[in-house]
């Protein structure tokens, strides 16, 4: 399964997001350290969820963090995220 894929579905699992967006940056780090080839390194994240409310950015990423701490550990180099709740996203 691709990493974005995997990324995708636990997200998906976990959190119910009402929005998710995962797009591969991998092109953009091509040489750098941490950067494979075929990409699948390096992602950047929208997720909007009510499993955010009440909870800052810090709880949030962490929460995003516990759910992806397999592929963060083997295969996601870097991971920018934005997390919203669907209030925050409507406004």
């Given at each position: 399964?691709?990493?974005?894929?995997?990324?995708?579905?636990?997200l998906?699992?976990?959190?119910?997001?009402?929005?998710?967006?995962?797009?591969?940056?991998s092109?953009?780090?091509?040489?750098?350290?941490?950067?494979?080839?075929?990409?699948?390194?390096?992602f950047?994240?929208?997720?909007?969820?009510?499993?955010?409310?009440?909870?800052?950015?810090?709880a949030?990423?962490?929460?995003?963090?516990?759910?992806?701490?397999?592929?963060?550990r083997?295969?996601?180099?870097a991971?920018?995220?934005?997390?919203?709740?669907?209030?925050?996203?409507?406004?």
């Amino acid at each position: 399964m691709r990493v974005s894929d995997s990324i995708h579905q636990k997200l998906t699992d976990a959190l119910k997001p009402e929005r998710l967006e995962v797009k591969d940056e991998s092109h953009l780090h091509a040489g750098h350290a941490g950067a494979r080839e075929g990409g699948e390194s390096h992602f950047r994240l929208l997720i909007v969820a009510s499993a955010f409310e009440g909870l800052n950015r810090v709880a949030r990423q962490r929460m995003v963090n516990d759910v992806l701490r397999e592929e963060l550990r083997e295969q996601i180099h870097a991971l920018a995220m934005k997390t919203l709740t669907p209030e925050e996203d409507a406004a």
